[in-house]
């Protein structure tokens, strides 16, 4: 067996169905146009989008031949949605919550404030009736989403003053997207969305005031310690940020079981790897930006959590409102954060800050 027919056998496994990869040349081979929300070459999801378009040719031994565009080649980053709804070009690779003004319940296949891990995303979207609901939800639009993509815990932001208390949020200028930004503004801050490429200009200008992007490792290369030396861990509105491979569902459709099994399995493989690759960078580069740029690292205080925690109850419930179908999604969400999320604290949570302890770890 020739090991490129082997390798792609063998990533269809990990998807539960096993077909026998087709015959390919260059007549029946099938494009697929891929937008994507971050530019190109940019380090940590900018990097993990080119990958994910790569494996999806090489996994279907050149049955599916990606055509890959950054944010600004093809269409503008908030374009990516519009762009593969009509057709006009076939996925995209980006966060769903960007599309919260087509349907509030995006927000939920990306992050919400005070919501899932990235262990606890993926299990609802795979085995918690999640992927139904994103389904039945890109039905509306003509979209069908696959995980591909998880950044972990993010990190609460650069603020070029310190934030002691809920009043130092009145009046900041922040880009925060999703309902996160929401959860800012009930707090008194002025929220912007802009896409990756345009937040530093805007940070250094004084346009903004404070942003949040990723973490360490995709944080590092946005120099955004050059106008915010204040950098907070963990922020609450992104717990496990999940990436998406939309497709446009009457393309995907139209594909064979084997070219469908294709996408899924390279998506899930992206999906893993960019969350590990994340774990494995985090803690080098958040050391980089203390010792090379005099970065001071901060944690929001429990007064100011319990605001953020106040302010997340208002935002949820307004997006439960909104229609059925996200109350549907809110309540399986929230439902499965009910049973996975006190189990993940008498295991997962319980043994790490132990282990801690008793390694001495911070």
Known sequence: MERRKFLAGAALAGTGTVLAAPMVNAQNAKTMTIVSTWPRDFPGLGL???????RITEISNGAIQTEYFAAGERVGAFDSFDEVASGNSQGYIGADYYWVGKHPAYAYFTAVPFGMTTAEQN???????????????????????????NTGTQAGGWFNKEINSPDDLQGLKMRIPGLGGNVMSKLGASTVSLPGGQIYENL??????ATEWVGPYNDYFMKFYEAAKFYYTAGMHEP????????????????????????????????????????????????????????EVKSFNDDVWDA????????????????EMAAKVNDSYADFI????????????SFVNQRNRVLGLD
């Open 48 to 54: 993990s989008a080119q990958r994910l378009a790569s």
């Open 123 to 149: 299990a609802w979207v795979k085995f918690g009736g999640g992927q139904e609901l994103w389904d039945e939800l890109g039905s509306e639009f003509g979209v069908k989403g696959l995980l591909a993509g």
């Open 204 to 209: 250094v200008s004084g346009a903004i005031e």
């Open 240 to 295: 496990g940020s999940a990436l998406a491979l939309g497709m446009n569902a009457s393309w995907w459709g139209s594909l064979t079981d084997y070219e469908k099994a294709v996408i899924t399995a390279a998506a899930m493989e992206e999906n893993a790897a960019q969350y590990e690759e994340t774990v494995a960078l985090n803690g080098v580069y958040l050391q980089r930006l203390i010792d090379e740029h005099g970065v």
């Open 308 to 323: 953020f925690g106040e302010a997340s109850e208002e935002v949820v419930e307004e997006v439960r409102d909104h229609s």
């Open 338 to 349: 009910q049973s996975a999320g006190g189990m993940m604290a008498q295991f997962e949570v």
